[in-house]
């Protein structure tokens, strides 16, 4: 490939590692891991209000990972402590400033950037990784990012968390949406293992409060917990901390064995075939192999669910279709996986034109994680869970839009990682993560350099995915094939009729049958709507006509 074609590669692997009785506020006993950071000495002494004048307010607002949207504030509140949020939302509730939250500034809409935010709490310098001793779990700030939680987990105790690919994603964000990476095969989502968490609230009265809400059976708040294994962020209150525990340990549980033992090493791989030479029988034979391979090796139990990989199919500028992920297996067998993996890919259409494979020790793997940094494109994000592979229809719809000429588009791809396995494992009621019975995540990708580029990628991405779903109105209806929307890539589109004619409310789509349990805690945890975006969780729905009806519309306007 040459260097425009290397380029584009850049791009869509950039794109494609993006894509839970009040208890008193002292800071838990906890034990940091050696040479984790972030601790309370380099925390600032009281809440931090930055305004436009301030030299640090330029950062703070542009700090992201899309450029598709840049928010202008009255004022970042920057954070250390529970307790500092606990004041920014007090104030914020007082002086009528419309809030939202940044962890790590991966969101792929404008929930925190809308004209209509006027504050935006900051979490970045809460991010302590320790095991806390009194309620035996390991605790997270929710500033942390992913790498951080990795690498202080391993390098302390040998244990990590089935989080995402990108190390520079926020731990605040990623874990209340249900989020997913390389070991959900084998170990579940990363929501799985939510023992409790820390959540600032605002009652009917305008006050501000932090409650802890856990996983156990009597706590009266345990329906908050719930709601943050997969309600999504930005709707409840503000996350602040998070506890972790495997489902079956307990507060005895040696902390070595507290969490998933992950292996030892792990198999990465990049590999691509090219689109010269491929016409849509050869590429309808690429897919069709992937998706079959992903079928047969969905059970939980499937020795292959150490096998994670995404599969980018580009547009044919691009110059190539890229396969990337790891194995997290033995030496030796972790190869035999791999090769079995790439020879079904391959049967009809050919070995991969470049292969590269490392053996890495497995934090080494974690940390490097796609391998690409972000930040300087434009990107937009459709998603679906598949519980079969593309239909034929399907397939020929991506081999359209991967190849029309009617447009300049370059980066945009179609990607489909492997899924299913532990995933599976759980009845979609256990968490407020519903998608339990898929064999492939679904993932429409644009990306983007210049705002004049926008009309033109977001024209093709939404022609694409409608085209995919044309036989269910645009959108993955749950039932059938697809299985709806993954809420941590949020996609406003799903909300509008323009794009949606399916008649399934965009609820259902990303919460299926949880969504009236969500909207049931919304209603007693944020009875005044303080914490809302354009696709937050709404409380039920009063009769229409009615006064309340009327001001339901109004709080979940923007």
């Known amino acids: 490939m040459g260097a425009g074609n290397d380029h584009a590669r850049r791009a869509v692997l ?36 930055v305004t436009r004048g301030d030299p640090r307010y330029g950062h703070l607002v542009a700090r992201g990972a899309s450029n598709r949207f840049r928010g202008t504030p009255e004022c970042v509140y920057l954070v250390g402590s529970t307790r500092h949020v606990v004041r920014a939302v007090r104030e914020a509730v007082r002086d009528g400033r419309r809030l939202a939250v940044r962890s790590g500034g991966h969101c792929f809409e404008d929930f925190v950037d809308h004209p209509s935010v006027t504050a935006v709490i900051d979490m970045s310098l809460m991010r302590q990784v320790a095991f806390d001793e009194r309620r035996g779990a390991f605790v997270v700030e929710a500033g942390a990012t992913l790498g951080e939680v990795y690498r202080a987990l391993h390098l302390g105790w040998g244990v990590t968390l089935p989080a995402g ?105 990049t590999a ?50 890229l396969l990337f992920g790891q194995v997290a297996a033995v030496p030796g067998e972790d190869r035999r996986l791999l090769d079995g993996f790439l020879g079904a890919l391959s049967a009809g259409v050919g070995r991969p034109g470049t292969l590269r494979t490392a053996r890495l020790p497995w934090l080494t793997a974690a940390l490097r994680g796609s391998g690409e940094p972000v930040g300087e494109w434009h990107i937009k994000i459709k998603s679906a869970f598949l519980r079969r592979r593309f239909t034929d229809r399907q397939i020929a719809a991506t081999y359209h ?13 179609v990607v489909l990682n492997t899924y299913g396995g532990a995933v599976n494992a759980l009845p979609p009621e256990a968490t407020a993560m519903p998608h339990r019975d898929s064999v492939l995540m679904l993932s429409c990708l644009a990306s983007w350099v210049r705002p004049g580029q926008r009309s033109a990628y977001l024209a093709w991405i939404r022609a694409c995915y409608h085209d995919l779903f044309a036989d269910t109105g645009g959108v993955p209806v749950p039932g059938g094939t697809a299985d709806g929307a993954f809420v941590n890539y949020p996609d406003t589109d799903l909300a509008d009729p323009r794009w949606n004619i399916s008649g399934t409310p965009w609820e259902t ?50």
């Open 272 to 321: 691509q075939w090219s689109w010269r030479g491929m016409g849509e029988d050869r590429f309808g034979r690429l897919v069709r192999n992937h998706g079959r391979w992903a079928e047969r090796h969905a059970a939980a139990d499937d020795p292959a669910a150490a096998l994670y990989a995404e599969f980018a199919l580009a547009r044919r500028a691009a110059g190539a279709h």
């Open 165 to 269: 690919y990108h190390g520079e994603v926020g731990a605040g964000g990623h874990v209340p949406g249900g989020g997913y990476g390389p070991l959900c095969r084998l170990f579940g989502l990363v929501s799985d293992y939510l023992y409790a968490v820390e959540v600032v609230v605002v009652d009917r009265a305008g006050r501000a409060r932090a409650v802890v809400a856990s996983r156990e059976e009597d706590d009266p708040h345990r329906e908050l917990w719930w709601a943050h294994t997969g309600g999504g962020g930005g709707t409840f209150g503000v996350v602040t901390r998070m506890w972790f525990r495997s489902p079956g340990a307990d507060r005895h549980t040696d902390p070595g064995r507290m969490l998933p033992v992950p292996a030892r090493t792990a198999l990465t791989f």
């Open 509 to 558: 789509l990303y919460y299926g049958a949880n969504h009236a349990r969500l909207s049931a805690v919304k209603a007693r945890w944020d009875p005044r709507g303080v914490f809302r975006h354009a696709l937050s969780v709404g409380p039920p729905a009063p009769p229409r006509g009615s006064t309340a009806g009327a001001l339901h519309r109004d709080r979940r306007g923007l």
């Open 14 to 49: 950039r794109a494609a590692a993006l894509a839970g009785t009040a208890l008193p506020l002292a800071a838990p006993t906890a034990r940091a891991a050696p040479g984790s950071d972030g601790g309370p000495a380099r925390r600032p002494p009281g809440l931090v209000r």
């Open 401 to 413: 839009h991967l190849t029309r000429t009617d447009t300049d588009v370059v980066n945009g791809s």
